[in-house]
T-cell receptor, first 113, second 110 residues
Framework: NAGVTQTPKFQVLKTGQSMTLQCAQD?????MSWYRQDPGMGLRLIHYSVGAGITDQGEVPNGYNVSRSTTEDFPLRLLSAAPSQTSVYFCASSYGTGNEKLFFGSGTQLSVL | GEDVEQSLFLSVREGDSSVINCTYTDSSSTYLYWYKQEPGAGLQLLTYIFSNMDMKQDQRLTVLLNKKDKHLSLRIADTQTGDSAIYFC??????????FGQGTELSVKP
């Protein structure tokens, strides 16, 4: 089982560029989410989805878009990258939307110059 | 507001016990979690406790919950070098969101 797969693992962007971070899970999980991890700040929720066709904002949604056209995929789009978006991004999924265990991808390290 | 606080660093000697502390603000939290992050990897769930419990033990791990003080702790007995990692406390609140603390970096010295 692949679990939660994130690509790419590393990415360097110039300010103003756009890109999409990919996330896919093969566990038939309804709930998927994106977090960013910054030193001393823990993980902060960017966007989440409770099922295909449904997305919602987390704590820090500005500058990011998401869509959920299938159960398996939950891409995160940076529309116009800024240095403040330099971070490590984690995708996570769980079976339901309650207290279920979250499964994390291995992360994408993004640098915006 | 929602807030989960942890100290950032803890250093122990191999074989000692480690205690990682966490405080949270949302008294309506139903579940509280401990996640472990090893270098270059995502987070993995270590253990969790339901809010109506005071204690949960799982092999070398003991979770204590003081609901009155909104304080959660993780004790690792006989700490090994393989336990070196960042440990995150998280609360699942009634808003349906999982809120993480800043993470405590545990360093285990031989």
């Amino acid at each position: 089982n692949a679990g939660v797969t994130q690509t790419p693992k590393f990415q360097v962007l110039k300010t103003g560029q756009s890109m999409t971070l990919q996330c896919a899970q093969d566990m038939n999980h309804e709930y998927m989410s994106w977090y960013r991890q910054d030193p001393g700040m823990g993980l902060r929720l960017i966007h989440y989805s409770v099922g295909a066709g449904i997305t919602d904002q987390g704590e820090v949604p500005n500058g990011y878009n998401v869509s959920r056209s299938t159960t398996e995929d939950f891409p995160l789009r940076l529309l116009s990258a800024a240095p403040s978006q330099t971070s490590v991004y984690f995708c996570a999924s769980s079976y339901g939307t309650g207290n279920e265990k979250l499964f994390f991808g291995s992360g994408t390290q993004l640098s915006v110059l | 507001g929602e807030d989960v606080e942890q100290s950032l660093f803890l250093s122990v000697r191999e074989g000692d016990s480690s205690v990682i502390n966490c405080t949270y603000t949302d008294s309506s939290s139903t579940y509280l979690y401990w996640y472990k992050q090893e270098p270059g990897a995502g987070l993995q769930l270590l253990t969790y406790i339901f809010s109506n419990m005071d204690m949960k033990q799982d092999q070398r791990l003991t979770v204590l919950l003081n609901k009155k003080d909104k304080h959660l702790s993780l004790r690792i007995a006989d700490t090994q070098t393989g336990d070196s990692a960042i440990y995150f406390c998280a609360e699942f609140n009634q808003g349906g969101k999982l809120i993480f603390g800043q993470g405590t970096e545990l360093s285990v010295k031989p």
